[in-house]
């Protein structure tokens, strides 16, 4: 579900995973000099989710991780190139 939307700075969503309860994931955009910093946060809101334990965080991390790599691939596939305008100056 969409809690927030605010193209092109922010998108927050509810994702429901059935029995293991809800998170909460947020993605804040914002201009970085020539590129584009994405911060992540998401947080479970309800169900076995909400027990946090360092091995639980550190394997949503890793799972973070991976997602903003997928989504930087997707993002430079659907860019034009912009490493030879940098050179031509």
């Known amino acids: 579900m969409v809690r927030r939307h605010d193209p092109?700075?922010?998108l927050e969503l509810?994702?429901?995973s059935g029995p293991l309860g809800s998170a909460r994931i947020a993605l804040d955009i914002r201009p970085w000099d020539k590129h584009t910093?994405?911060?992540l946060d998401a947080?479970?809101?309800r169900g076995v989710g909400a027990?946090?334990?360092g091995v639980v965080d550190f394997?949503?991390?890793q799972r973070h991780r991976?997602?903003?790599g997928r989504l930087a691939r997707v993002?430079?596939?659907s860019t034009p190139d912009r490493s030879r305008e940098s050179a031509d100056v």
């Open 14 to 16: 509810e994702a429901h």
């Open 75 to 77: 993002v430079e596939k």
């Open 59 to 61: 394997l949503l991390q």
């Open 37 to 39: 910093l994405v911060i």
């Open 51 to 53: 027990l946090h334990n």
């Open 8 to 10: 092109p700075h922010a």
């Open 66 to 68: 991976r997602m903003l």
């Open 43 to 45: 947080h479970p809101r």
